[in-house]
C-alpha cells in the first residue's frame, strides 16, 4: 500500500493537496460562522475582512511556534523554514494568534457582538473545521502520521518508514466529537426545563466545555501517539494542553457564578413581561437566543 499522494501537477504547476485541504476548511468556517451569525440577527458582511486577517495571523502563528519547537532542525535547515507545504504548523501556535487577531477584528468590525457572545457561536465552527482540516490536512502531507504501528488499521504515509498511526484520522473523530458536545451544550442551554426557549443568559459555557475538552484530547494525542520524549515541542504541547483544560475550567466556573447571579435576579431577558411565558428569541442580541446551528 503506497502512501496518499502529497502533491500533483497541473502542467508545470506543482498543486499541494495539503494547501488545497487547508483552503477547503478555512472556506467551510467562514460559511459556517456567517451561518450562525446570521441565525442569532447579526450581519455577516463584515466577517470576510475579519477572516483575512484571522486566516493570516493563523499560519504565521502556527509556523511560527512550528519552527521554534523544532529549532535545531531549522538552524541546520535555514531555507526549509518558509516551506509550510512539507507540514509543520502548530495548532496552539494558530490559535495564541489567531484568537487576538479575531477578538481585536471583532471588536473594529461588529461592536455589537459581544465578545464572549462571538466565542460561543465560533467554538463550534472551530470543532468542525478542525475535524474537516485533520482530514485533508495532515493526512495529506509529508509525516502526517503518527507512532510505528503493526496494526491493520495502520497507514503509510509520505516520508515515513512502515505503517502508522493514522492519527489524522483519530483527530478528526475526536472533534467530530466534541463538536456534538458542544451543539448539545447550546441546545440544551436555548431551553428552560420545560422546553421552552431560554434568552438572555450569560454567554462562555460552550466556549469554556470546547477548551476543556480539545485540551485534553490535544495532551493525550501528544502524549500517546505523537510525542517523542525529551522532544521540546512534544512538551510543549502537552503543557498547552493542560493550560488549556486549566483555562476552559477557570472558565466554567466563572460563568457559574454569573449564571447563579443572573438567575437570581429574576433572568433578566430571558422572560416576558407581564405574563409566566418566555420571551420570542428570534432576532436577540443579548448572548443567549440559541438556534438550529
Known amino acids: 500500500m503506497k502512501p496518499i499522494p502529497v502533491a500533483f501537477h497541473i502542467g508545470p504547476v506543482e498543486v499541494h493537496t495539503y494547501g488545497i485541504g ?11 460562522f456567517c451561518r450562525r451569525l446570521r441565525s442569532r440577527g447579526f450581519s455577516s458582511d463584515w466577517v470576510a475582512g475579519m477572516f483575512i486577517w484571522v486566516i493570516v495571523a493563523a ?3 502556527a509556523r511560527a511556534m512550528h519552527v521554534l519547537s523544532n529549532l535545531s532542525f531549522y538552524e541546520a535547515n535555514p531555507g526549509d523554514v518558509f516551506a509550510v507545504w ?5 495548532s496552539f501556535g494558530g490559535i495564541l494568534l ?11 468590525r461588529c461592536p455589537d457582538l459581544a465578545i ?5 457561536l465560533v467554538a463550534p465552527v472551530l470543532m468542525a473545521a478542525w475535524a474537516l482540516v485533520r482530514l485533508l490536512g495532515p493526512q495529506l502531507m509529508v509525516a502526517g502520521g503518527g507512532h510505528p504501528t503493526h496494526q491493520w488499521f495502520g497507514m503509510y504515509y509520505a516520508g515515513q518508514a512502515g ?3 493514522p492519527v489524522p484520522i483519530f483527530q478528526a473523530i475526536e472533534d467530530s466529537a466534541i463538536y456534538c458536545v458542544l451543539i448539545a451544550t447550546e441546545r440544551r442551554l436555548g431551553h428552560w426545563p420545560d422546553g421552552s426557549v431560554r434568552s438572555g443568559f450569560p454567554a462562555g459555557t460552550v466556549l469554556g466545555v ?3 475538552l480539545w485540551g485534553v484530547e490535544r495532551f493525550f494525542d501528544e502524549h500517546l501517539w505523537l510525542g517523542e520524549d525529551g522532544h521540546l515541542g512534544s512538551v510543549l504541547v502537552q503543557a498547552a494542553g493542560i493550560g488549556l483544560v486549566v483555562a476552559g475550567a477557570a472558565l466554567l466556573m466563572a460563568t457559574r457564578r454569573r449564571w447563579t447571579a443572573w438567575l437570581a435576579s429574576g433572568a433578566p431577558g430571558g422572560r416576558a413581561e407581564g405574563h409566566g411565558g418566555l420571551e420570542p428569541a428570534l432576532g ?8 438550529s446551528p
Open 22 to 32: 487547508l483552503a477547503i476548511a478555512f472556506w467551510f468556517g467562514y460559511v459556517y
Open 59 to 61: 499560519v504565521v502563528g
Open 86 to 90: 512539507h507540514g509543520g504548523l502548530s
Open 98 to 108: 489567531a484568537v487576538p487577531t479575531g477578538i481585536w477584528q471583532t471588536r473594529r
Open 116 to 120: 464572549l457572545e462571538a466565542l460561543d
Open 163 to 165: 505503517r502508522r498511526l
Open 210 to 212: 470546547g477548551m476543556a
Open 284 to 291: 436577540d442580541r443579548s448572548g443567549g437566543e440559541v438556534t
